[in-house]
């Protein structure tokens, strides 16, 4: 049995083991070490988001874009640091869509695997699009006919269908031709975007760009703090999760997992901020002299600055990456999403088959296939990119929340569950990584939030099909412990819709005043969601597999959950 290098020793003074909990998924194989699994992080990271998030975010913020990056990078570092403790712990496949079902039970649970699976399966026909736009730069009439300026056309969807059918191909045979295909990709993923930025900045270096045309904030900072939400940042980053999610495969979790998150986010903001640098200065004037920074429109952003300073070589080199980076990250995405439906199966809310792994493979090939099915969806009605990195990013903000929350909750309810990865500070990241998502998910602007919080809903009648069911005494523990994430998202949609103009509000709330009203918001449905927390018989199981149920434990709690159990 292999055992945890480091963390807190269990109940008996044993250090804790990889058990039954933790190592289950007999038919997953444990073979992806943590080069492995940080390629998987930057594979995920370093996609579509490089080959368009530049110039969006520069259309938004102008030169501030670059604090855009590091504000981005900063909000994805304290919230990967609550779900690296929450991955050590429950290192099983799709991690990601479990943490709040441990914590508060079926509807909280569910909520977060909703909104969850949501932005990372969107993310597969978004790289699809990536790819295929780029295409629509060739000097060919078939090329060009494949997007119209804002939306792929109808062969330009057709070439992105195949596009998807490759991803999934190459995640239907084995683990270990996913780990050595991804390797190889994430390898040319991480040199050609160094190289692009290195040949731009050397190539044109117009320091001009950033204080002309506005200055360096031409739109104010409302606009950074939008470019963060919603111009493929957040997009970018929310591939820190994919390692979690693959944790049924990894080899000495405890170590590897918070590795792997944590490096693939700092590699990544690196990447990003010199790619950014490279973009502002490399603008030809000319660009900017009519409209400034938001009237920038390139259909391939890179590419078409490489072409304008002779950088030909570059510019086919970038056409090419536009197939490599989305494909790698497409195909990541296609892995982590099974093993999240597969999660979302265990936790009670798909049918039984959508939990079944191939033992000769061990790929869950039905969740695969759901998911490819769900992409086919995406793809023929969010046609262009920009629109999918907006669903994905403010759905990606509301699946955020609940592990700052699950995290104290454990450490609550179950102090003695193993924990390889433990910080001391953690009672203090919890709560700041709460207000950051937060005011995220308010700097996405009205009405996109309302939106997307309205395709969280959509979701609840899958909840309901499973769960009413159940005796009301079962149901209503379930019930009360995810009230204030139901609650939560009613009050950011106000707040949303009442806020400051400069985030598409109404103007109720001055500026200034709505950043801290949302985050006194954050901080106290932190508090609310922590103290909802219960011992359910999700967190028991897992308590009576791992050998850490406290002797005796007979609380009302308990209790109901062991009742709850049966039914």
């Given at each position: 049995?292999?055992?945890?290098?480091?963390?807190?020793?269990?109940?008996?003074?044993?250090?804790?083991?990889?058990?039954?909990?933790?190592?289950?998924?007999?038919?997953?194989?444990?073979?992806?070490?943590?080069?492995?699994?940080?390629?998987?992080?930057?594979g995920?990271?370093?996609?579509?988001?490089?080959?368009?998030?530049?110039?969006?975010?520069?259309?938004?913020?102008?030169?501030?874009?670059?604090?855009?990056?590091?504000?981005?990078?900063?909000?994805a570092?304290?919230?990967?640091?609550?779900?690296?403790?929450?991955?050590?712990?429950?290192?099983?496949?799709?991690?990601?869509?479990?943490?709040?079902?441990?914590s508060?039970?079926?509807?909280?649970?569910?909520?977060?695997a909703?909104?969850?699976?949501?932005?990372?399966?969107?993310?597969?026909?978004?790289?699809?699009t990536?790819?295929?736009?780029?295409?629509?730069?060739?000097?060919?009439?078939?090329?060009?006919?494949?997007?119209?300026?804002?939306?792929?056309?109808?062969?330009?969807?057709?070439?992105?269908?195949?596009?998807?059918?490759?991803?999934?191909?190459?995640?239907?045979?084995?683990?270990?031709?996913?780990?050595?295909?991804?390797?190889?990709?994430?390898?040319?993923?991480?040199?050609?975007p160094?190289?692009?930025?290195?040949?731009?900045?050397?190539?044109?270096?117009?320091?001009?760009?950033?204080?002309?045309?506005?200055?360096?904030?031409?739109?104010?900072?409302?606009?950074?703090?939008?470019?963060?939400?919603?111009?493929?940042?957040?997009?970018?980053?929310?591939?820190?999760?994919?390692?979690?999610?693959?944790?049924?495969?990894?080899?000495?979790?405890?170590?590897?997992?918070?590795?792997?998150?944590?490096?693939?986010?700092?590699?990544?903001?690196?990447?990003?901020?010199?790619?950014?640098?490279?973009?502002l200065?490399?603008?030809?004037?000319?660009?900017?002299?009519?409209?400034g920074?938001?009237?920038?429109?390139?259909?391939?952003?890179?590419?078409?600055?490489?072409l304008?300073?002779?950088?030909?070589?570059?510019?086919?080199?970038?056409y090419?990456?536009?197939?490599?980076?989305?494909?790698?990250?497409?195909m990541?995405y296609?892995?982590?999403?099974?093993?999240m439906?597969?999660?979302?199966?265990?936790?009670?809310?798909?049918?039984?088959?959508?939990?079944?792994?191939?033992?000769?493979?061990?790929?869950p090939?039905?969740?695969?296939?759901l998911?490819?099915?769900?992409?086919?969806?995406?793809?023929?009605?969010?046609?262009?990119?920009?629109?999918?990195?907006?669903?994905?990013?403010?759905?990606?903000?509301?699946?955020?929340?609940?592990?700052?929350?699950?995290?104290?909750s454990?450490?609550?309810?179950?102090?003695?569950?193993?924990?390889?990865?433990?910080?001391?500070?953690?009672?203090?990241?919890?709560?700041?990584?709460?207000?950051?998502?937060?005011?995220?998910?308010?700097?996405?602007?009205?009405?996109?939030?309302?939106?997307?919080?309205?395709?969280?809903?959509?979701?609840?009648?899958?909840?309901a099909?499973?769960?009413?069911?159940?005796?009301w005494?079962?149901?209503?523990?379930?019930?009360?412990?995810?009230?204030w994430?139901?609650?939560?998202?009613?009050?950011?949609?106000?707040?949303?819709w009442?806020?400051?103009?400069?985030?598409?509000g109404?103007?109720?709330?001055?500026?200034?005043?709505?950043?801290?009203?949302?985050?006194?918001?954050?901080?106290?449905?932190?508090?609310?969601?922590?103290?909802?927390?219960?011992?359910?018989?999700?967190?028991?199981?897992?308590?009576?597999?791992l050998?850490?149920?406290?002797?005796?434990?007979?609380?009302?709690?308990?209790?109901?959950?062991?009742?709850?159990?049966?039914?």
């Amino acid at each position: 049995m292999d055992r945890f290098v480091s963390g807190r020793r269990g109940a008996k003074g044993v250090p804790g083991t990889l058990s039954t909990e933790q190592g289950s998924h007999s038919h997953y194989r444990r073979s992806l070490g943590p080069v492995a699994l940080t390629a998987v992080g930057l594979g995920s990271i370093i996609g579509s988001g490089w080959l368009f998030g530049a110039e969006r975010a520069a259309a938004l913020a102008g030169p501030a874009a670059i604090l855009a990056w590091v504000i981005g990078a900063a909000v994805a570092l304290t919230i990967a640091l609550t779900y690296s403790e929450l991955g050590s712990m429950f290192p099983k496949a799709g991690g990601m869509v479990r943490y709040g079902q441990y914590s508060h039970g079926s509807l909280a649970g569910y909520l977060a695997a909703w909104s969850n699976w949501i932005a990372i399966v969107s993310v597969i026909p978004g790289e699809a699009t990536a790819s295929v736009q780029y295409m629509s730069s060739w000097d060919f009439g078939w090329a060009k006919a494949l997007y119209d300026g804002k939306e792929l056309t109808g062969s330009g969807v057709a070439l992105a269908s195949v596009l998807l059918l490759f991803y999934f191909f190459l995640n239907w045979f084995a683990i270990t031709l996913f780990a050595k295909t991804n390797t190889a990709i994430t390898v040319f993923k991480v040199v050609v975007p160094t190289l692009t930025a290195g040949a731009l900045l050397l190539s044109h270096f117009d320091t001009g760009n950033v204080t002309d045309h506005g200055g360096f904030t031409p739109n104010g900072w409302s606009s950074v703090f939008t470019a963060v939400a919603v111009s493929g940042i957040v997009w970018a980053y929310n591939g820190f999760q994919s390692p979690l999610n693959m944790a049924g495969e990894a080899r000495n979790p405890g170590k590897s997992l918070p590795k792997a998150v944590i490096s693939s986010i700092l590699i990544s903001l690196v990447i990003y901020v010199a790619l950014q640098i490279a973009f502002l200065t490399a603008v030809p004037a000319a660009d900017l002299a009519h409209g400034g920074w938001s009237g920038l429109s390139y259909n391939s952003p890179l590419a078409d600055l490489s072409l304008a300073w002779g950088l030909n070589w570059l510019a086919m080199l970038l056409y090419a990456d536009a197939f490599v980076s989305p494909s790698g990250t497409g195909m990541i995405y296609a892995a982590t999403t099974s093993r999240m439906i597969q999660g979302v199966q265990e936790n009670g809310h798909l049918p039984g088959i959508f939990g079944k792994v191939d033992p000769k493979t061990g790929i869950p090939r039905p969740a695969l296939l759901l998911n490819l099915v769900i992409a086919f969806i995406f793809l023929a009605v969010f046609r262009g990119w920009g629109s999918l990195a907006e669903i994905v990013s403010v759905a990606t903000v509301i699946s955020y929340i609940t592990g700052p929350v699950a995290v104290m909750s454990l450490r609550r309810l179950s102090p003695d569950l193993p924990r390889p990865v433990q910080l001391r500070a953690m009672p203090v990241i919890a709560p700041i990584a709460m207000v950051f998502g937060s005011l995220v998910l308010y700097w996405a602007r009205w009405p996109l939030t309302g939106k997307v919080i309205f395709i969280m809903a959509i979701g609840l009648p899958i909840w309901a099909w499973y769960e009413l069911r159940k005796p009301w005494a079962q149901l209503r523990p379930h019930l009360a412990a995810g009230a204030w994430m139901v609650t939560y998202l009613l009050v950011m949609a106000a707040v949303s819709w009442a806020g400051g103009t400069e985030f598409g509000g109404r103007g109720y709330l001055p500026g200034g005043w709505d950043i801290l009203v949302v985050a006194l918001i954050g901080l106290a449905f932190y508090v609310w969601g922590v103290r909802s927390a219960w011992r359910n018989p999700t967190l028991l199981e897992a308590e009576r597999e791992l050998g850490t149920t406290p002797a005796g434990a007979d609380s009302e709690d308990d209790e109901r959950a062991k009742a709850d159990a049966r039914v």
